[in-house]
Antibody, heavy 120, light 108 residues
């Protein structure tokens, strides 16, 4: 069974940093592009960042560009999101998801999410 | 940037009803439109891909239609487990993606 498990969420002050992890299992992790999506309280889903299967291509939404860095360690089958200069508006549940692997792109499956709270 | 606008933002329906959820794109996105179901505290689930493709294991009461800028998710014969929030998502501008704002389906 394909599974994704996020971790690393927590409480942080504005301006602080946090690193999220997403461990994959049940599939060939190194063969798939991976993506982070977040949901702020009471809001909808928002695409945050994506990374190619080899880790050499990365993409970011304008809202996080320059502050967040996506990376992966295929030997550990783990996706990361380094979040710096955090703001209150970054408060959200962060989900990781994988490219289904077929064309056109769609996301399946998704992890259960990890909560990030940014507050003074 | 491609914007997706869903309507309605919320709707109430009864078990057994047929419901339609609309998603309009700010420009033509051809067939690059997916639908997801999300319940509170759970992982979102892929329902429909490429406008009308039914994802593995998704019940046939779910269907999608449309092209260009106007798309519809239809649920025929609502079941209790279908009450959730539904999102459309475009992959036309991959790897930059956009979701609609969501439509919450509530029990009447």
């Amino acid at each position: 069974e394909v599974q994704l498990l996020e971790s690393g969420g927590g409480f942080v002050r504005p301006g602080g940093s946090l690193r999220l992890s997403c461990e994959g299992s049940g599939f060939s992790f190194s063969s798939y592009d991976m993506t982070w999506v977040r949901q702020a309280p009471g809001k909808g889903l928002e695409w945050v960042s994506s990374i190619g299967d080899l880790g050499d291509t990365t993409y970011y939404s304008d809202s996080v560009k320059g502050r967040f860095t996506v990376s992966r360690d295929n030997s550990k089958e783990t996706l990361y999101l380094q979040m710096n200069s955090l703001r209150a508006e970054d408060t959200a549940v962060y989900f990781c998801t994988k490219d289904y692997g077929d064309y056109p792109t769609r996301f399946d499956p998704w992890g259960q999410g990890t909560l990030v709270s940014v507050s003074s | 940037d491609i914007q997706l606008t869903q309507s309605p933002s919320s709707l109430s329906a009864s078990v057994g009803d047929r419901v339609n959820i609309s998603c309009r794109a700010s420009q033509s996105i051809s067939l690059f439109l997916n639908w997801y179901q999300h319940k509170p505290g759970k992982a979102p689930k892929l329902l429909i891909y490429a406008v009308s493709g039914l994802h593995d294991g998704v019940p046939s009461r779910f269907s999608g239609s449309g092209s260009g800028t106007d798309f519809t998710l239809t649920i025929t014969g609502l079941q209790p487990e279908d009450f959730a929030t539904y999102y459309c998502q475009q992959s036309y501008s991959a790897p930059m993606y956009t979701f609609g704002q969501g439509t919450t389906l509530e029990i009447k």
